[in-house]
């Protein structure tokens, strides 16, 4: 069972629809029993840490998640804010993160050597792969994912960092270490591209 999380984050009925149509199911739940029994797990998310992290804490599923990432190994996919949280820490809020990447999140500068940005970047993005895994099946070199993120995450591993962009700085577009993935795009609104690397996911996982 493909447990998708709950934590009142923002929209994800568009997660369970790409599941959909790729032939696999999704259960949306907030209940840790159901977390206990599933055998992959997506932190989806949109929305301000510091609530992500409170909304985890308040609804009792800060343990289970560590007992499925950290001890059984179980496939983890966040994404967007889900990515996030990941992470250690965010200049957006004052709460650690769940801690399991060696990473933080930065807000992105509006002007960068004279230069202005946008804030936040938002649109189409092709990424630069840094490694070859599962998740990255079949996907061509030119993929590129819907964003929409005002923080990105700075990876402290090399070696864990999956895609890199550039907007400003170079940031992660997407980690991974072991059996745990984030995704700081939106792969259930990014089309083929979305829909590849969700099927990885969920068939090589």
Not at 89 to 96: A, D, R, T, Y
Not at 108 to 127: E, N, Q
């Amino acid at each position: 069972m493909i447990a998708i999380v709950d934590y009142q984050a923002g929209n994800i009925g568009s997660i369970l629809n790409m599941l959909k149509k790729i032939g696999a199911s999704g259960k949306l739940t907030n209940n840790p029993d159901d977390l206990a029994k599933a055998e992959k797990i997506i932190l989806p998310g949109v929305g301000s840490f510091d609530y992500g992290m409170r909304k985890l804490k308040e609804l009792n599923l800060i343990t289970i998640l560590h007992q499925k990432a950290l001890h059984e190994k179980k496939p983890i996919l966040g994404i967007c804010l889900g990515a996030q949280l990941l992470c250690k820490s965010s200049e957006e809020g004052v709460l650690p993160g769940l801690g399991w990447m060696d990473a933080d999140v930065k807000k992105f500068s509006t002007l960068i050597d004279g230069k202005r940005y946008a804030v936040p970047h938002m649109g189409w993005d092709i990424v630069t792969q840094q490694k070859q895994t599962n998740i990255v099946r079949n996907l061509p070199d030119d993929s590129r994912f819907y964003f929409v993120h005002s923080y990105h995450i700075v990876c402290h591993q090399p070696e864990d960092i999956l895609f890199r962009n550039v907007y400003g700085v170079p940031f992660a577009s997407a980690i991974e270490k072991d059996n745990i993935i984030g995704v700081q795009f939106h792969p259930e609104k990014s089309h083929r591209f979305g829909k590849q690397l969700l099927r990885n996911f969920v068939e090589l996982y």
